[in-house]
């Protein structure tokens, strides 16, 4: 394709199939929401053997403990860090969701999206595929973890 011998080619897009997903955390970020002005959690998706990428949200209002409960139960590891505030260590976590495809053909998320852990044992191992533009390797969750209070003995360390 040059410039000025452009040719219209309509995007191709890639079957995607509703259902129940193991995937992985790519991302997952605290912010506010801009329709209620809510602290809301955003996190990121990878869905098993796809290179899509998925946002799922989780709003502080009446339902929080509940959404936020279910998420954890689908994503055991993470109920040591489960605080809200440390989400950036999150990346890695796997577990697993229910996800339906949109009109245009996207995923996103089922209105309850979270599959418990012992229910997605049966589920096929998780199948890491990357994107041409971000690294080859999947993400490892990382051990986040607290520094203890320690008495200042009123050295400097170096």
Same mark, same amino acid.
Not at 50 to 79: E, G, M, R
Not at 87 to 108: I, P, Q, T
Not at 121 to 140: I, L, T
């Given at each position: 394709?040059?410039?000025?011998?452009?040719?219209?080619?309509?995007?191709?897009?890639?079957?995607?199939?509703?259902?129940?997903?193991?995937?992985?955390?790519?991302?997952?970020?605290?912010?506010?929401?801009?329709?209620?002005?809510?602290?809301?959690?955003?996190?990121?998706?990878?869905?098993?053997?796809?290179?899509?990428?998925?946002?799922?949200?989780?709003?502080?209002?009446?339902?929080?403990?509940?959404?936020?409960?279910?998420?954890?139960?689908?994503? $055991? &590891?993470? *109920? %040591?860090?489960?605080? @809200? !505030?440390?989400?950036?260590?999150? /990346?890695?976590?796997?577990?697993?969701?229910?996800?339906?495809?949109?009109?245009?053909?996207?995923?996103?998320?089922?209105?309850?999206?979270?599959? $418990? &852990?012992? *229910? %997605?044992?049966?589920? @096929? !191992?998780?199948?890491?595929?990357? /994107?041409?533009?971000?690294?080859?390797?999947?993400?490892?969750?990382?051990?986040?973890?607290?520094?203890?209070?320690?008495?200042?003995?009123?050295?400097?360390?170096?």
């Amino acid at each position: 394709m040059s410039w000025s011998n452009y040719t219209y080619k309509p995007q191709e897009h890639i079957e995607r199939e509703p259902g129940n997903y193991r995937c992985i955390i790519l991302k997952a970020e605290a912010g506010v929401s801009k329709t209620s002005g809510k602290n809301m959690l955003t996190i990121y998706l990878r869905p098993s053997g796809t290179a899509s990428t998925v946002k799922a949200y989780i709003v502080d209002n009446d339902w929080f403990d509940s959404n936020f409960s279910s998420f954890l139960d689908a994503f $055991p &590891a993470l *109920k %040591a860090n489960s605080n @809200p !505030e440390n989400c950036f260590a999150w /990346r890695g976590a796997l577990g697993a969701v229910k996800l339906k495809v949109n009109d245009d053909g996207y995923f996103e998320t089922a209105k309850y999206p979270w599959i $418990p &852990a012992e *229910k %997605a044992e049966k589920y @096929p !191992e998780f199948v890491w595929k990357a /994107r041409e533009d971000e690294a080859q390797d999947m993400p490892v969750l990382q051990e986040f973890t607290e520094l203890a209070d320690e008495e200042d003995d009123g050295e400097i360390p170096f």
